[in-house]
């Protein structure tokens, strides 16, 4: 018994199917560009000394770590409803998203900064640069380096993520 898969029938379905995937690829780069922007101030954040901001910011990341993807999101829809903020599924899909996104890029860009050597950190302050400028310019392109597959990788299970919007009715190619 052998048995052929027949697309046909989705091709008078073309144009959804396209405008699917526009939604998909829009939502992936905007959560990317958003976590990974959160990720870099927490990772600066939880590179720093032990405060009382960087361990919200630990606890954040644990909890975010240690939920599925759908109850972030369904948190989101549902839950921050009730607390008054109101927003359509496209804003709570791209938010669950950043949050989630955020929330993993802070560890992975953490342990890039931590495995920095010393050194660099000291070369920036006898060049005369302030913390933030010896972060930006000195450590954080090199961590960036080391962590880039990592950090691919992470970024792709986002757009595979992205799937599970469908849940809270956002059209995107898989809905």
Request: glycine letters at 10%; a positive charge.
């Amino acid at each position: 018994m052998t048995e052929q898969l027949d697309f046909s029938a989705l091709w008078p379905h073309w144009p959804e199917l396209l405008a699917g995937l526009w939604v998909t690829v829009q939502l992936t780069v905007m959560a990317t560009v958003g976590g990974l922007a959160t990720g870099i101030v927490g990772a600066a954040i939880r590179s720093g000394r032990t405060t009382w901001f960087s361990r919200i910011w630990g606890a954040y990341v644990e909890i975010i770590r240690n939920t599925p993807f759908v109850v972030q999101l369904f948190f989101i829809v549902f839950g921050l409803p009730n607390l008054g903020l109101k927003m359509t599924a496209g804003e709570a899909a791209l938010l669950a998203m950043v949050v989630n996104l955020g929330a993993y890029s802070t560890e992975i860009i953490r342990a890039g900064i931590q495995v920095t050597p010393k050194g660099q950190w000291e070369a920036g302050r006898v060049l005369g640069l302030t913390r933030l400028q010896t972060f930006i310019r000195v450590v954080l392109p090199p961590a960036l380096q080391r962590i880039y597959p990592a950090l691919v990788s992470q970024c792709i299970i986002v757009m595979l993520g992205s799937s599970v919007v469908s849940q809270v009715s956002y059209e995107e190619l898989t809905f």
